[in-house]
C-alpha cells in the first residue's frame, strides 16, 4: 500500500497533536507552559539540578502534600530561575525573581515564600518580569496535573 504525501503529513501531525495533547502544562498571565511535574519527595529535591537549559516556554510544578511555607534553593542548578510560590487556590503569594544558579552546594542560599504555599512553579528568570506578575495572579492547571494529595 502506497500512502500519499498529503496523507503522510495528516497522519503525522495527528500523532504530534496526539502526544502534545499528553505533555501536561499551566496557563499563568495568559501564557502556557509545557510543564514536568514534580509530585513526591525525590523529584521535588532534585528539581531542576544538573540541566544545562530550560527550553523557552516549559517550566517545573512542584506539588506539594500542605500549604506551608516553603523554601528553595538552587543547589546545583545551572539555570537562573523565577521561583513562583501559589496556595491551594492557586493564587500567587510569592515571587523570587532572577534567583541565580549556586555552586556552592550546601552553602546555597534558600528563597523563602513569604506565605503559605502549595504550588511552586520554577520558570526561566525573566518570564515573571515579562508577564509583569503580581500577587494574586491566578495559575490554571491543564488536562493531566494531578490533584494535591
Known amino acids: 500500500m502506497r500512502l500519499r504525501p498529503a496523507l503522510?503529513?495528516?497522519i503525522a501531525w495527528s500523532l504530534s497533536a496526539c502526544a502534545g495533547a499528553r505533555q501536561p502544562w499551566v496557563e499563568l498571565g495568559n501564557q502556557r507552559y509545557a510543564i514536568e511535574i514534580a509530585d513526591d519527595?525525590?523529584?521535588?529535591?532534585?528539581?531542576?539540578?544538573?540541566?544545562?537549559?530550560?527550553?523557552?516556554g516549559h517550566g517545573m510544578?512542584?506539588?506539594?502534600?500542605?500549604?506551608?511555607?516553603?523554601?528553595?534553593?538552587?543547589?546545583?542548578?545551572?539555570?537562573p530561575l523565577d521561583i513562583l510560590y501559589f496556595d491551594d487556590e492557586r493564587k500567587l503569594v510569592a515571587q523570587q525573581r532572577?534567583?541565580?544558579?549556586?555552586?556552592?552546594?550546601?552553602?546555597?542560599?534558600?528563597?523563602?515564600?513569604?506565605?503559605?504555599?502549595?504550588?511552586?512553579?520554577?520558570?526561566?528568570?525573566?518570564?515573571?518580569?515579562r508577564l509583569q506578575l503580581k500577587d494574586?495572579?491566578?495559575?490554571?492547571?491543564?488536562?493531566?496535573?494531578?490533584?494535591?494529595?
Open 8 to 10: 503522510i503529513v495528516a
Open 41 to 56: 519527595d525525590a523529584e521535588r529535591a532534585r528539581g531542576l539540578m544538573f540541566r544545562d537549559a530550560l527550553p523557552t
Open 61 to 79: 510544578l512542584f506539588i506539594h502534600d500542605a500549604e506551608e511555607p516553603q523554601a528553595y534553593w538552587m543547589k546545583n542548578t545551572k539555570i
Open 98 to 129: 532572577d534567583v541565580p544558579p549556586c555552586s556552592l552546594g550546601d552553602g546555597c542560599p534558600s528563597y523563602p515564600s513569604d506565605a503559605p504555599a502549595r504550588y511552586v512553579l520554577e520558570l526561566n528568570a525573566g518570564e515573571a518580569a
Open 136 to 149: 494574586g495572579a491566578e495559575l490554571r492547571f491543564g488536562p493531566g496535573i494531578p490533584p494535591a494529595k
